[in-house]
Structure formats: structure tokens, C-alpha cells
């Protein structure tokens, strides 16, 4: 009998044990999400001022380029002065931002931004840069 009750209790917390440790699954992300983890794709369909370009010049730009203040001179922070500045200069803004080496790298001391942000500049000033 002793015998019996040893083996039941035996075998109970053997499966108390079991039940126990597969409750100490971590959640995983990427586990869980895998879809999330994937870049999304750069649209360059449609891209407009007012959204993608001008996200780009907020996100990217404008902590030194805007305002009356703005580093040497040059506003990037609404349409008319980037319109302004783009006539005056031609692809100067381009090569910036792609770092070609043809005109000071931006954002200064910073890593070029990604090429998905710099086709739709580039896209859109191909565009003629409307105020879309």
C-alpha cells in the first residue's frame, strides 16, 4: 500500500513538475508576430508633399532647417522656401541627402537616411515638386 501511494504521489508530481515548466514559456515577438517584423514596402506610387515628403523634411530635417533661424539660411520646414530653394539650386538638396559627395552630407554627422525616404524626394521633385 505504501508502496502504491509512493508511485501515485510519485507520478503526480512528476506531472505537476511537467504542467509546471511548460507554464515558463516566454512570449516571443517575433514568435507571436512573425509578420510584423518584416519591412514594409516603400511606396513611391503616390507620393505627395503634404504626406511622405513633408514627414521626410519633419522627421529628418527640420530640427536644424526651419524657422528664421534655420542653418545657413536654408528652410525646409514649408513648401514656398523649399520650392525656393530647389529653383536656386537644382539637385543640390538631392545630393545631400544621398551623400554623393557633390554637396555637404545631411543630416550633418548623422547616417544617410534611408534610400526608401530619399526615393520619394527624389520622385517627387522629379514631379516638380507640387504642393500636393
Same mark, same amino acid.
Given at each position: 500500500?505504501?508502496?502504491?501511494?509512493?508511485?501515485?504521489?510519485?507520478?503526480?508530481?512528476?506531472?505537476?513538475?511537467?504542467?509546471?515548466?511548460?507554464?515558463?514559456? %516566454?512570449?516571443?515577438?517575433?514568435?507571436? %508576430?512573425?509578420?510584423?517584423?518584416?519591412?514594409?514596402?516603400?511606396?513611391?506610387?503616390?507620393?505627395?508633399?503634404?504626406?511622405?515628403?513633408?514627414?521626410?523634411?519633419?522627421?529628418?530635417? =527640420?530640427?536644424?532647417?526651419?524657422?528664421? =533661424?534655420?542653418?545657413?539660411?536654408?528652410?525646409?520646414?514649408?513648401?514656398?522656401?523649399?520650392?525656393? %530653394?530647389?529653383?536656386?539650386?537644382?539637385?543640390?538638396?538631392?545630393?545631400?541627402?544621398?551623400?554623393?559627395? =557633390?554637396?555637404?552630407?545631411?543630416?550633418?554627422?548623422?547616417?544617410?537616411?534611408?534610400?526608401?525616404?530619399? =526615393?520619394?524626394?527624389?520622385?517627387?521633385?522629379?514631379?516638380?515638386?507640387?504642393?500636393?
Amino acid at each position: 500500500m505504501i508502496k502504491k501511494a509512493f508511485s501515485f504521489f510519485s507520478l503526480s508530481a512528476i506531472a505537476i513538475a511537467i504542467v509546471s515548466l511548460s507554464g515558463c514559456y %516566454y512570449d516571443v515577438e517575433e514568435d507571436l %508576430y512573425p509578420d510584423s517584423q518584416l519591412p514594409t514596402a516603400c511606396d513611391t506610387s503616390n507620393v505627395r508633399y503634404a504626406v511622405e515628403v513633408k514627414n521626410v523634411f519633419d522627421a529628418r530635417c =527640420n530640427s536644424c532647417h526651419a524657422g528664421v =533661424n534655420a542653418s545657413a539660411g536654408i528652410r525646409l520646414d514649408n513648401h514656398a522656401d523649399i520650392k525656393t %530653394y530647389l529653383d536656386q539650386t537644382g539637385s543640390r538638396l538631392l545630393s545631400s541627402i544621398e551623400q554623393d559627395g =557633390n554637396a555637404s552630407s545631411m543630416p550633418q554627422g548623422q547616417p544617410k537616411i534611408p534610400d526608401c525616404e530619399i =526615393n520619394q524626394v527624389k520622385i517627387w521633385i522629379a514631379n516638380g515638386y507640387p504642393e500636393n
